[in-house]
């Protein structure tokens, strides 16, 4: 993909906690903020929030911090936030019903349009508006709807397969919360949200005093 | 936190990953597998992968790769998956329940053991075997309990004072699904799943090529 690599991940992750903040800080009235104190509300170095900023051409001015909206508003374009986005959720779990439900999406463009599920019991309910199909239909909508996001809360078993249908069908982009990683043709984005792994990174952290004064130590695992 | 630097972020977010992997493996009948193969399969270069299980004091061999089941017996004791974990969840709402139904965790150590509410509509339901309690019982709960980890699956306005009152009652690590960076003391471990976050991401990522041509174009966003 061209110029992929000018941005690079870790900065990618943090943009959304820029918009955050910076939302944040525009309800509560703030025009200016300079890098230091937007560094100590976000957990980062000055110098680390004007590095990521350049990124993309920088947006400050030599001594007068960050005017906040202005800010804001490049960071929401810049995360493709100032478009309008078809949805679909396949899978209607908790978790698919999760998202149907996140009352802040729709106001920022991602527009839930119809949900699919296998589970006679789901099918032909009401989610947030939205009524449960069955994934018979699934393939109709496809053909007749230009689908940008699919949301995939469906078990690990048909994930691919599913996934499969979804890029064949059109669908540009992929939010992924089965616990594996999807094979993708380039073109198609994805992001996923592995329950399992944030917990596992959880625990982890529980134990990594022990753990790295175990390895300092010199021991070995599983000793 | 003594030691705290010796593993990165990037390092820890990917040994998830790496046990997902190793166990489907291992399910597979897989005994060995080169630095190399699994690098193909988790998208990650050879030396990388080396690199990071190197950060742990290394498990392979020079010429022979890894031992599939004892690579990821000691990236679960790295994880601290082979402890038990005494959870609750606050929170019953989808978020709240899809965590009470994986089905995954218990397994892994994690086992729920109270859920807590305040909507009249939700306490006393049953979720997987646990009764959700009104919100009020919290405390005693805690009072009475060691409890290992919080699910917190609050509202963002509630999140920071829950969390207080959590870490208050010895709670040792918080696993966040509220759209908020909690402040909290050292020593408890956090992990987020910010759902927001993880779709801004998605849509940044659909948008990527056509930011970054404008970028490498010199064009000013915004302009």
Not at 27 to 45: P, Y
Not at 53 to 78: D, M, P, T, W
Not at 79 to 98: D, E, T
Not at 173 to 195: R, T, Y
Request: glycine fraction near 10%; aromatic fraction near 6%.
């Amino acid at each position: 993909m061209a110029g992929k690599s000018r941005v690079s991940d870790a900065v990618v992750r943090r943009l959304p906690m820029y918009y955050r903040h910076l939302r944040e800080l525009e309800k509560a009235g703030v025009v200016r903020i300079s890098s230091q104190e937007l560094g100590e509300r976000m957990n980062l170095t000055a110098s680390q929030i004007r590095q990521d900023i350049n990124c993309f051409g920088g947006f400050g001015q030599q001594g007068y911090g960050y005017h906040v909206s202005n800010l804001k508003e490049r960071i929401a374009e810049i995360l493709g936030l100032r478009h309008q986005y078809h949805v679909i959720i396949v899978g209607a779990g908790n978790i698919g019903r999760a998202v149907a439900n996140y009352a802040g999406f729709p106001k920022e463009g991602f527009n839930v349009q119809a949900m699919f599920d296998v589970s006679p019991a789901l099918v032909g309910i009401d989610v947030h508006g939205i009524l449960v199909q069955p994934m018979e239909k699934l393939q109709t909508w496809l053909d007749t709807h230009n689908v940008d996001i699919a949301v995939l809360a469906v078990p690990k078993s048909v994930a691919q397969e599913i996934t499969d249908q979804l890029v064949a069908g059109g669908v540009r982009a992929i939010w992924n919360f089965a616990p594996v990683d999807l094979a993708l043709p380039e073109g198609v984005a994805v992001n996923n949200v592995h329950l399992s792994d944030s917990l596992h990174i959880l625990s982890y952290r529980m134990n990594e005093k022990e753990l790295c004064e175990a390895l300092d130590a010199g021991k070995q695992l599983g000793e």
